[in-house]
């Protein structure tokens, strides 16, 4: 049995009275045993957190980490270029090995900022790598293998074979679901309507019910993106999938920017969970998601980095602080309010998974998931009578993550990680991507 006893902390519990307290966090193995003042628990390893804030751990609901390595490779397109001109390429190029790079360095930048779970969709080849990144770095993912059976201008290693993707995706849920006892769960990933089959997605749809596992896919992120849709199936993106039954309380849809009334209904009605990109949507000049109006419908919304090529960072203080501004000029001053924020990141993150009763709030019972942040420094003061959220939210950086605890172990602590080797990560790096250059010339179309 291991312990851990947090000292003197300013607790952020986000449990549902959302109380702020100050005292002592007790953590035996991987769950939060109790919260109190001066509890009189011994423990294997004491911090005393003197002056610091304890944070539940982020949850960052769409992430690609195989497009870690491509960080500066793609900017300044749109959505469709993006992919066709830059990404396509580079993930066809994409071995076992640099798969696995990719995936080790977003996991470092992400436990470096407090992330603590990630939904996490890889791309055609060579999942089983990532798998292996996540398995060893110790955070908490619901990942799959990208699923794409159709599509012009796709390299010829990104176009499947229906059954084969289908085949493949079982594969690696039967083997990685529930790995570690639940830290790592495996999720559907059918790319965008644009790049799957009917046929596809209809199997997609019997499976996730079958193993009860989530769906992850994009969704009305590009204005273009819905023309080829409608072009297609003579309807819109939610309309299209809730018309083969794939809208429901396991679907996870990243961005929906350009949604029309009756789609929110949909994802209002059918449970289905939005995962919201700020940084990648303003990039890549997808647009702006009405998210005000989907929380006015009490729809469930999280946050998400997306991949680093479209961002260019995985730096959830980044999208808070986006979240909220973006609206403001649109919706008024108190459209998206600092609290609201913070709820989308963390309890609003484990909703989306289907998590809430296990992570997302700090609370007895619950897995030990946290942050501990140090903001004693001059961009967050004066502290005297400020919200200790709002602070958070619109002055905070990752900079002020000082350790990170996922599933009761300290995989980050006074900002030196423990589970990855920095140096080896930032070399291999920059020799895979060097390779992945040089073999866009042998890409086949």
Excluded at 180 to 200: K, M, N
Aim: hydrophobic letters at 40%.
């Amino acid at each position: 049995m291991s312990s851990i006893l947090i000292k003197n902390a300013e607790i952020i519990t986000m449990d549902a009275n959302e109380r702020i307290v100050n005292g002592d966090i007790y953590i035996v193995d991987d769950r939060i045993v109790e919260i109190g003042q001066n509890l009189p628990h011994m423990a294997n390893k004491v911090i005393d957190a003197t002056g610091r804030t304890v944070i539940p751990g982020f949850i960052q609901t769409h992430i690609h980490l195989c497009q870690t390595l491509f960080r500066g490779q793609a900017d300044d397109l749109e959505l469709l270029d993006w992919l066709k001109q830059k990404i396509w390429p580079l993930e066809a190029s994409h071995d076992e090995e640099s798969i696995y790079y990719s995936a080790m360095l977003g996991i470092g930048e992400l436990i470096q900022s407090g992330t603590t779970t990630v939904v996490d969709m890889e791309t055609v080849n060579h999942t089983e790598s990532a798998f292996k990144a996540i398995a060893q770095s110790g955070i908490r993912a619901l990942a799959g293998k990208v699923m794409m059976d159709k599509g012009d201008e796709v390299p010829l290693l990104l176009r499947e074979k229906t059954t084969d993707s289908i085949q493949q995706s079982v594969e690696l849920l039967e083997k990685w679901h529930n790995h570690d006892s639940g830290r790592i769960q495996y999720a559907f990933c059918p790319r965008f309507v644009v790049s799957c089959t009917e046929e596809l997605l209809i199997s997609v749809r019997d499976l996730s019910a079958k193993y009860n596992v989530k769906v992850h896919t994009h969704a009305s992120e590009n204005a273009n993106e819905i023309i080829l849709v409608k072009k297609e199936h003579g309807m819109r993106n939610v309309v299209y999938l809730d018309s083969i039954g794939l809208a429901n309380e396991r679907l996870i849809l990243a961005h929906c920017v350009w949604l029309d009334d009756e789609e929110k209904r949909i994802i209002k009605e059918r449970g289905v969970k939005v995962s919201h990109c700020p940084g990648s949507n303003l990039k890549l000049a997808s647009g702006i998601a009405e998210v005000p109006s989907l929380l006015d419908l009490h729809v469930h919304v999280s946050l998400g980095a997306d991949g680093a090529p479209c961002n260019n960072n995985l730096d959830m203080f980044n999208e808070m602080r986006l979240a909220a501004i973006i609206q403001k000029p649109i919706h008024g001053p108190t459209a998206m309010k600092a609290s609201t924020i913070f709820r989308m990141a963390t309890i609003g993150g484990a909703k989306a998974v289907g998590m809430e009763n296990e992570i997302g709030s700090l609370e007895p019972g619950k897995k030990a998931d946290l942050a501990i942040l140090n903001l004693n420094d001059f961009h967050v003061y004066p502290s005297f009578e400020i919200d200790p959220i709002s602070r958070i939210v619109y002055s905070a950086t990752r900079a002020d993550v000082e350790s990170t605890i996922i599933n009761g172990k300290i995989l980050m602590e006074n900002r030196r990680l423990n589970t990855i080797d920095k140096k080896v990560i930032l070399k291999e790096s920059n020799i895979a991507i060097k390779r992945l250059i040089k073999r866009l010339e042998t890409v086949v179309y």
